[in-house]
């Protein structure tokens, strides 16, 4: 019922820049903090960054000063844009999110199909 669709990803040249985006649809009570995640190959899935309710970010040291997350709470919508971007950036970005679907009902996670980034010259 909660759908997460994910936009922006490609291909760019180191020191480039991309801008994702992750919209919320369907039947959402509130949300709580949303986020973005990596995987690249024969990798764990990552933290990137998170964002907070009340505005609040946590950045990974390895993309601090590079990448910038922001939400719109109108359009039940989290954007990373990804400055200067290194070979290492390269990966599957997946957008999470954690929001209540009712009054009562628990607080859940919920994830993006996932979009490739990579960077290469």
């Known amino acids: 019922q909660v759908q997460l669709v994910e936009s922006g990803g490609g291909l760019v040249q180191p020191g480039g820049s991309l801008r994702l985006s992750c919209a919320a649809s369907g039947r959402i009570f509130s949300i709580n903090d949303m986020g973005w995640y990596r995987q690249a190959p024969g990798k764990e899935r990552e933290l990137v960054v998170r964002i907070a309710d009340n505005g609040t970010t946590t950045y990974a040291d390895s993309v601090k000063g590079r990448f910038t997350i922001s939400r719109d709470n109108a359009k039940n919508t989290v954007y990373l844009e990804m400055n200067n971007l290194k070979p290492e950036d390269s990966a599957v970005y997946y957008c999470?999110?954690?929001?209540?679907?009712?009054?009562?009902?628990?607080?859940?996670?919920?994830w993006g199909q996932g979009t490739q980034v990579t960077v290469s010259s």
């Open positions: 999470n999110i954690r929001l209540r679907r009712a009054r009562w009902g628990p607080t859940s996670d919920y």
